[in-house]
């Protein structure tokens, strides 16, 4: 089993709905989770960070955790083409900080 | 405008050859991952720095692999001798670790391929 899985897509929304993004990790101990947006050819861009239990909104953008459940969830409302891209789940290793385990990706494509 | 920079952005050698990669973190941010980034295996860590000091370099194949950090400044990955295999995109990351926490912030990568 992987640390941190993903599905690898592609997920297909029509501009604007709501698209959702579905992570597991297998690491309970883990604390740190975070997001990242990468556009193709370009480098990871951090876009949320969640540490607690229950939803975290950063304008239309929303993460997700349930740690009992041990999964992380990111929502895209009113989704863009400029939204499309690989987004990577990043759980942060036992004991180690904010040592990082990256899921694979999920690619979203946004249609207009 | 903290950014994490990188250089060289594009690098083309042969097999063989000395590769160097410099990497300036944020400054303050006192953790510095090395990253490798192929179609195949995403992205995977190679090294990790927390406050100059080598933490967990168990990604890196050690025989042609190194990795430092001279100064708080720059991080260096080198590989020598450079393989075909080799080739990928390096990303350096840093970030400032708060007790457990902590998040990480990428440069633009450096985009290598051996012959």
């Known amino acids: 089993q992987k640390e941190v899985e993903q599905n690898s897509g592609p997920l297909s929304v029509p501009e604007g709905a709501i698209a959702s993004l579905n992570c597991t990790y297998s690491?309970?101990?883990?604390?740190?989770f975070f997001w990242y947006r990468q556009y193709s050819g370009k480098s990871p861009e951090l876009i949320m960070s969640?540490?607690?239990?229950g939803d975290k909104e950063d304008g239309r953008f929303t993460a997700q955790l349930n740690k009992a459940s041990q999964y992380v969830s990111l929502l895209i409302r009113d989704s863009q083409p400029s939204d499309s891209a690989t987004y990577l789940c990043?759980?942060?290793?036992?004991?180690?900080?904010?040592?990082?385990?990256f899921g694979a990706g999920t690619i979203l494509r946004v249609k207009s | 405008d903290a950014r994490v920079t990188q250089t060289p952005r594009h690098k083309v050698t042969e097999m063989g050859q000395e590769v160097t990669m410099r990497c300036q973190p944020i400054?303050?941010?006192?953790?510095v991952f090395w990253y490798r980034q192929t179609m195949m295996q995403g992205l995977e860590l190679l090294a990790y720095?927390?406050?100059?000091?080598?933490?967990?370099d168990s990604g890196m194949p050690k025989d042609r692999f190194s990795a430092e950090m001279p100064d708080a400044t720059l991080a260096t990955l080198k590989i020598q001798p450079s393989e075909p295999r080799d080739s990928a995109v390096y990303f350096c990351?840093?970030?400032?670790?708060?007790?457990?926490?902590?998040?990480?912030?990428f440069g633009p990568g450096t985009r290598l391929t051996v012959l």
């Open positions: 990351a840093s970030g400032l670790v708060l007790g457990s926490l902590g998040e990480q912030f």
């Open positions: 690491d309970r101990v883990s604390q740190s």
């Open positions: 969640i540490y607690s239990n």
């Open positions: 990043a759980v942060n290793a036992k004991g180690y900080g904010n040592k990082l385990v």
């Open positions: 400054l303050g941010h006192n953790t």
């Open positions: 720095f927390r406050n100059r000091a080598p933490l967990d």
